[in-house]
């Protein structure tokens, strides 16, 4: 059975048991990235029946989704380590198909009814590492790594225009990322960093004194990972250890921003660590060396 | 000018110089929850002139939206604690409308061509506390927190269903939901400590001993807490802040799973200290009281 619209998917080589990767002529990053059809209609001369058993399930997969009545479903890229919605498209079949073989999250341009990869001309490519569709299989969640700065704009997200703060009058004209509560926490210690830099500009604040006193900070981030430990060797209440815990957190992120770090590079140390993914880039950085 | 589909903003009463509330006759949860627009349509006798103030910043906030063809917009509701993408829908201008004054996510249903609230019959409402608009103005975040699982399956949310999964033969038939790195990582804690509950069923991990010996558990705090500030204190390099930071999240994620905390809630303890909506939150449960 030919299905004219998955003939790219042909050209996915099988190079590991659980893994699609690309023909070695398809190349991605800086100007070498095209998406020439010639180059993706690709007979591989190894694991013939394997290709065709996976080309079958991917049709079975893109079968399943729910299109509407423009072969479209809505395409959602979200950041696997900070949870941040990058931005928001739509995919057709060949999209989700072509995302799946280049994990480079890939959409269909309504206004220029073609494919397009996000980072094909920015570089800044979503290197997707899941895929998820919803009950109702008319959503789908590109969950990945981005590479840079999402939107076009060179804001780290598309979403940065707050509806609630505008109404408020809150008059604060600056973009403002949507953030979810860690970010946010973050933003805030940043940003009382910043006003230190600023003699005079601060109002007096607990983590404006933790940030300029380096004593105090590391004596703070003992103490309540002492208070953490003692919720488990006392016997006390879950709700006290979730306290300790959002303590230890808050201290831990005072002294990340005294020393540059961001959230996000923890939680990649643990994905790196933890992840199923994780664990698969690990053997795919092996194999490929 | 009147513009007949914002109607019912009209029925806006400001009760405090920052925030839209409901009039008292409008009542959300439970069997009480109805939407008749005779309790909507409701001539305010206070800060009239406030209101019409308000009115139009909705209508311009609602002009901005670049609205497609059916007059829609892509709606995606997050988990404000923990970034999950709880749901997808549509919304139209009175589906934004009614969410910037229910502060409940409000959509738009394309099969049953009206508005619909995310728990008006579940009673698993999402308390929007911000909504943002994309660079292109055509897709909305609401960014809130849900009373209780957002699927009409009783999942969490609406993206269980893992497709390179499937696609690599991980035979893993149990749904799956989108999570992102922390919630992966606490996810594999929590399926380590259920495999500590059946004798002999699990491999051994460093993860199941820390589970299983609380003196250890608490001296690893401790000890990863000390390399942490050592990392300050000795001027160490910042990748080693942030892997020292890593390892005193994972160690106390142990802690959180042996006394049954989930990570949702420290960060929900995090939102109330700190964030503006948290502050807001608190002087609004003052001004009710």
Redesign the interface.
Known sequence: MAIPHLHFVQSVRVSS????SFPNQYHYGGSNFSRKSSSLVYASTHNFDRDLH?QS??ET?LDNVKWDDKGLA?A?A????????L??GFANREA?AMT?SSRKATFYSRSRSTLWTKGETSNNFINV?????????D?I?Y?GKPDGPT???G?ET?????????????QDEEHKL?L???Y??ES?IAKRKEELEVPESGKPSWTCRLLSD?KL??SK??E???E??Q???ENED??R???E??D???H?MA??A????KME???????R????SGIEEKRNRKSQA
Do not use: W
Request: hydrophobic share 45%.
């Open positions: 048991p659980c893994r699609i996976l399930k991917v997969v809505v959602i979200q950041n696997v380590d900070t949870g941040a919605i931005m928001q989700v799946v590492q899941e895929i998820f569709l919803d009950c109702d299989r959503s969640i969950l939107c076009h704009t804001s598309c979403y940065y225009t707050p509806v609630l703060d505008f109404l408020e009058h809150r949507a979810t509560t860690l946010s926490l805030t380096e900070l590391c981030i003992r309540e990972a002492d953490l430990c919720t488990l060797e879950r709700l250890a979730a306290s815990m959002a230890v957190l808050y831990g002294l990340l005294r020393k540059g770090v590079e923890v939680l990649e140390i643990l994905r660590r933890f992840s199923q």
